[in-house]
């Protein structure tokens, strides 16, 4: 079983910078896919950053530009940069994972993941 735990969620103001973490534990492997979605209130989830074993990244538009993904080979955090928030990424962020057969060519979709985070709440006012 594999557990995915978010942190570093907060409010900020528009403009601001944010670091999201996603410490994952138990029967993690080498191969992977993992991503960030974020779901905003009355909204659907959606999918905003994706990272393969092999450095593959993908993003959405809405973030591409201002968001960063990254984890260090051999590690287990996936980390999110957000940088320059503004009102419209405020959302729970959660963090996914698949360990299984997968790689990153464009965006992915909720179903290709398998394990899932609680999430961490942003809130950016103007």
């Known amino acids: 079983q594999v557990r995915l735990e978010e942190s570093g969620g907060d409010s900020v103001q528009a403009g601001e910078s944010l670091r999201l973490s996603c410490e994952a534990s138990?029967?993690?492997?080498?191969?992977?896919?993992m991503g960030w979605f974020r779901q905003a209130s009355g909204k659907q989830r959606e999918g905003i950053a994706h990272i393969d074993n092999d450095g593959r990244t993908s993003y959405a538009e809405s973030v591409k530009g201002r968001f960063t993904i990254s984890k260090d080979s051999g590690k287990p955090t996936l980390t999110l940069q957000m940088n320059n928030l503004q009102p419209e990424d405020t959302a729970r962020y959660y963090c996914a994972a698949n360990y299984d057969r997968c790689w990153v060519y464009g965006l992915k979709m909720e179903h290709e993941y398998y394990y899932w985070g609680r999430g961490t709440q942003v809130t950016v006012s103007s």
């Open positions: 138990g029967y993690t492997r080498n191969h992977y896919c």
